[in-house]
């Protein structure tokens, strides 16, 4: 099973709107990272929180950490057409080897 | 440049042959992974490592084969492919600031 579960699994807003991303996970971490995937690229590394951490700013990405709900959340605020693409979660499990497991992604659409 | 490229970038090949995808990187760092990527699947971690000469598998490792002679490459061979195997190949590798990926290979199996 994924450790890492991105909700919603598809999200559409608006030019200049936020948008919200959720990631669930299963077992103690050590980070959390998010990426982003623009359709037929690969994947670009956008932020990483440790799991001592509760909140990491880059720019207009927001990332939070709730080590207590397993959780995390990426905003992505004043939206554009060139934030279209999928975003992952991916955890790096306590013991785990410094391995990631990654989410099955949320696709985000951004329309003019 | 600094940064970590992939090759070929494009493979198209036949059930039974051996391929050989190819991973550089050069900011020196210890651990380096092979993904792939295939819908409805996300990302799956094929194997990984964490220092030249060391080794492991991940989580869907059957059908492959790596290996890790000198720090900055990491190649994966596909002993004998099958269509199974099409999909697109990501290799990563890790550093304090995280994670980072290769432009991946997207591998065709006839």
């Known amino acids: 099973s994924q450790q890492g579960e991105e909700d919603p699994q598809a999200l559409s807003i608006q030019e200049g709107e936020n948008a919200t991303m959720n990631c669930s996970y299963k077992?103690?971490?050590?980070?959390l990272q998010w990426y982003r995937q623009n359709s037929g690229r690969g994947l670009v590394h956008l932020i990483l929180?440790?799991?001592?951490?509760r909140e990491k700013h880059s720019g207009r990405l927001r990332v939070t950490l709730d080590t207590s709900k397993k959780s995390s959340s990426l905003l992505i605020t004043a939206s554009r057409a060139a934030d279209t693409a999928s975003y992952f979660c991916?955890?790096?499990?306590?013991?785990?080897?410094?391995?990631?497991?990654f989410g099955t992604g949320t696709q985000l659409k951004v329309e003019l | 440049d600094a940064g970590i490229t992939q090759s070929p970038r494009y493979k198209i090949t036949e059930t039974g042959r051996q391929v050989t995808l190819m991973c550089h990187q050069t900011w020196s760092h210890s651990y380096m992974f092979w993904y792939r990527q295939d819908l409805g699947h996300g990302l799956r971690l094929i194997y990984y490592?964490?220092?030249?000469?060391?080794?492991d598998k991940g989580e869907v490792p059957d059908g492959y084969v790596v290996s890790r002679s000198k720090t900055e490459n990491f190649p994966l061979t596909l002993e004998s492919a099958t269509r199974s195997q099409t999909s697109v190949y990501f290799c990563?590798?890790?550093?304090?600031?995280?994670?980072?990926f290769g432009p991946g290979t997207r591998l065709t199996v006839l």
């Open positions: 990563a590798s890790s550093g304090t600031s995280g994670e980072f």
């Open positions: 929180i440790r799991s001592n951490e």
């Open positions: 991916a955890t790096d499990a306590a013991g785990g080897g410094n391995k990631l497991t």
């Open positions: 077992t103690s971490i050590n980070n």
């Open positions: 490592s964490a220092a030249a000469d060391i080794t």
